[in-house]
């Protein structure tokens, strides 16, 4: 006979039977019996954090830093609400998370209880599914299909809402393998005979390009050596959205680096004269495809995907493959060899001649300053003095601060980028910077932030100083929303409303505020010191690098241009941006 | 600069597709899904039309196989070629929905919707309308001395053009289910 035990019990014993080893959460009334059973156990550990959005972006950094599902737990009402942002930046980045929510109890559902929030009607768009337990008898069940339905197919953030009776309830606790999972099972073998016509398509390409993407790093780490081995032996060039990041190493021959509106120009270009486009787990993101009308108009383009929705939603392909990123790419190395490996080696050889060309533009190059630290600067720096070390995991919040560092880190292994790449969320990079420290405690985990993001979400360094991780903060800060003035720059004829705080707080006083280490830094030529300092300290570090107020970030697609207009520097902005580019964001 | 003078149709020099979707050709579509009778299921439904800005043109939704708990939704959308490829992607991949049929594409398909019309009048008005009604083969359901209610079965075209005779006889009131419909044939 299956165990009794109440929903309390059966959610932390679900849990628990799901390999959970951590959850990230916020107590609350309605959430106080799982509390308390959390309480009399020490298989799984809590962590506090100081606002529950905290806790969704904590739950994605630990996700995106393991490839394991991250959890989270909290109350009714305010406490759901409030993972809203993290539910949707965890479904835009497709990062597998588990948000369990405590609801009033069933009797008092719909009558504006105390706490009381429709929390599955608010979150229906913005999860991949969400469930309402009402019945103790299906929770363990429903706990182990959330599972399974936050890991499966393309991922993505699952919620579960239960309320206060139901946790208190008796019920029967369903083993994980007796759980309905059944139904939802997305293929994961592409068709062979598009694959087939991949290969021969990669037969005769004189130019083509790896397109590839975040589904690379979440099919796993079979999908990242499939995808260097297919590198390898077609001497293919790659590029990589800013969610695919790592797939491919940075210090790989190969490497075009990133692609996009503030992408590579050696990538985009690339792109855009291709005659054959691989796209491996990537979505053809409008950040990537810039005016859709002129994205790469001369190229065949075959597009691997594990959702059929991504395939022709926003670019028309000749070859789409539906299906797991490892899986394809298995079968297709292994038909493309049995038909005898071939490629077009002369023009191959051309088209990497062609590479070279514009690698020699040299689109990263910035003039330095010996009087002010360039952000630049400030990010090779913290490259040069961080990349050896093969522990590094880099988040970001959002902007400015956050193209830089994909342009100028690199990033050798999948799952050390972490970053918010959809939803473009500011506030994302503090607490994920938590969540990839509690997963990999001895890691060097540092967050790329811009003042401003970095405020919004600055009270987990609470979070921080309760369980000793000893997260980097590394501010580039410019006093500015850099990005939005950039782009009033462009466009608004550098009228610059509201794009600067007038009251930024002391960032030293704040970090001794937390029981953090604080360092600042204005001068270049202490720069190395500054950084070799924040990593010698063990414990958290407010690094304050006080940047050039004015920085543009370049290169850049200006929106509604195609990809071989980039602009290069800031010669040429004037009217980059026609009418109609002017509305796209 | 006026950045917000956008003729529509144009996408010439935009990086999203500005382009007007009425431009192209719009195709009419009938889709089945058969989804898990759960709550909130028709608003994971609608919630995805309505979110993507997808039409809907009518809707029905009942149970079908109480055991097994499952439930039909029909849907009639129209849309460009490419969204109704999007509309059947998007739904296939929600986690309720087990099977999405596009009757439209996969073959000749029976389409029928219940309609009762309500039409108050007197005199040769009244005379009419019911002559109508047997040549519509329109039942009548319920009469009073001055009004009539009737049902009838039948295309969406048919429940139209009878609306369109009964209007300027004194249709006061009508009320549709929407479209059901199965594909013709065994399968």
Redesign the interface.
């Given at each position: 006979m299956a165990r009794q035990m109440t929903g309390a019990e059966m959610v932390v014993q679900a849990l628990i039977d799901q390999g959970v080893d951590t959850i990230f959460g916020y107590p609350g009334g309605a959430a106080l019996p799982i509390y308390d059973e959390l309480f009399q156990q020490d298989k799984i550990q809590h962590i506090l954090v100081r606002h529950e959005q905290g806790a969704a972006h904590a739950a994605e950094g630990y996700a995106r830093s393991t490839g394991k599902p991250g959890v989270v737990l909290v109350t009714s009402g305010p406490g759901a609400t409030n993972t809203v942002t993290g539910l949707t930046d965890a479904l835009l980045d497709s990062i597998p998370i588990v948000v369990i929510t405590a609801q009033v109890p069933t009797f008092m559902i719909g009558t504006d209880a105390f706490q009381e929030a429709d929390t599955v009607g608010i979150t229906r768009p913005c999860t991949k599914h969400n469930y309402l337990v009402k019945d103790t008898e299906v929770l363990a069940s429903v706990v182990h299909e959330a599972f399974h339905v936050a890991t499966s197919g393309r991922p993505g953030p699952v919620l579960i809402d239960i309320p206060k009776d139901v946790q208190f309830a008796k019920g029967s606790y369903t083993e994980k393998n007796k759980a309905s999972t059944g139904h939802y099972a997305p293929k994961l073998k592409g068709d062979i005979d598009q694959i087939t016509a991949l290969a021969a398509m990669m037969e005769t390409a004189k130019k083509p390009i790896i397109y590839s993407g975040g589904g690379v790093i979440n099919s796993g780490d079979s999908a990242t050596a499939l995808l260097r081995e297919l590198a390898k032996e077609t001497n293919f060039p790659v590029t990589s959205t800013l969610m695919g990041l790592g797939a491919y190493p940075a210090s790989g021959d190969q490497w075009m680096g990133m692609l996009g509106m503030h992408g590579l120009y050696e990538a985009n270009m690339a792109m855009h004269d291709c005659d054959l486009m691989i796209n491996i787990g990537a979505r053809f993101d409008d950040r990537i495809t810039g005016r859709i009308d002129a994205f790469s108009p001369k190229s065949k383009k075959a597009h691997i995907d594990i959702d059929p929705s991504s395939i022709n939603k926003v670019i028309h392909v000749d070859v789409p493959i539906i299906g797991d990123v490892a899986h394809v790419l298995e079968d297709l190395l292994r038909i493309w060899k049995s038909r005898g490996r071939k490629t077009q080696a002369e023009g191959l050889e051309k088209w990497w001649k062609q590479i070279e060309e514009w690698r020699a533009i040299r689109c990263l190059d910035y003039k330095n300053s010996e009087k002010v630290i360039k952000p630049q600067y400030a990010l090779q720096r913290l490259e040069a003095l961080t990349k050896d070390r093969k522990d590094r995991f880099i988040t970001t919040e959002v902007g400015q601060h956050q193209m830089w560092a994909a342009q100028y880190l690199g990033f050798e292994a999948p799952n050390r980028w972490m970053t918010s790449g959809g939803l473009g969320t500011m506030g994302y990079g503090l607490p994920a910077s938590l969540g990839v420290q509690v997963a990999h405690p001895d890691a060097l985990v540092i967050n790329v932030a811009g003042e401003a993001s970095w405020l919004m979400n600055m009270q987990e360094m609470g979070t921080a100083r309760q369980y000793n991780l000893p997260v980097k903060q590394f501010i580039l800060n410019n006093e500015r929303l850099g990005m939005v003035r950039q782009w009033q720059d462009l466009l608004h004829g550098n009228r610059y409303s509201h794009s600067w705080s007038e009251a930024l707080p002391d960032f030293m006083l704040l970090a001794k505020a937390f029981g953090a280490k604080g360092i600042t830094v204005s001068d270049p030529s202490d720069m190395d010191d500054a950084i070799m300092e924040m990593l010698k300290f063990d414990g958290p570090v407010v690094f304050d690098c006080l940047v050039e107020k004015h920085e543009n970030c370049f290169p850049m697609i200006p929106s509604g241009a195609p990809h071989n207009e980039m602009l290069l520097g800031d010669a040429g902005v004037e009217d980059a941006i026609g009418d109609t580019g002017a509305v796209l964001v | 600069?006026?950045?917000?003078?956008?003729k529509k149709g144009?996408?010439?020099?935009?990086?999203?597709?500005?382009k007007d979707p009425h431009a192209d050709v719009i195709e009419r579509h009938t889709l089945a899904c058969i989804v898990t009778n759960e709550?909130?299921v028709l608003?994971?439904v609608i919630?995805l039309f309505s979110?993507r800005g997808y039409n809907i043109e009518s809707l029905t939704v009942a149970e079908i196989d109480h055991e097994g708990h499952r439930s039909r939704i029909t849907v009639v959308t129209t849309g460009t070629p490419?969204v109704i490829?999007?509309i059947k992607?998007?739904l296939?991949?929600?986690?309720?929905v087990?099977d999405v049929h596009d009757l439209t594409e996969e073959g000749p398909a029976v389409e029928r919707e219940l309609a009762l019309f309500k039409v108050a009048g007197k005199g040769d008005k009244r005379i009419e309308a019911i002559r109508l009604a047997e040549i519509f083969r329109a039942n009548v359901v319920d009469s009073t001395l001055e009004s009539f209610i009737f049902e009838m079965t039948g295309t969406s075209e048919k429940i139209d053009a009878f609306a369109d005779l009964m209007r300027p006889l004194g249709l006061v009131e009508v009320a549709r289910t929407g479209v059901a419909a199965l594909s013709r044939g065994e399968v």
């Open positions: - | 600069m006026s950045p917000l003078k956008i144009t996408s010439r020099k935009s990086a999203y597709d500005l709550a909130g608003a994971r919630g979110g490419e490829q999007q992607a998007q296939g991949r929600m986690i309720p087990h």
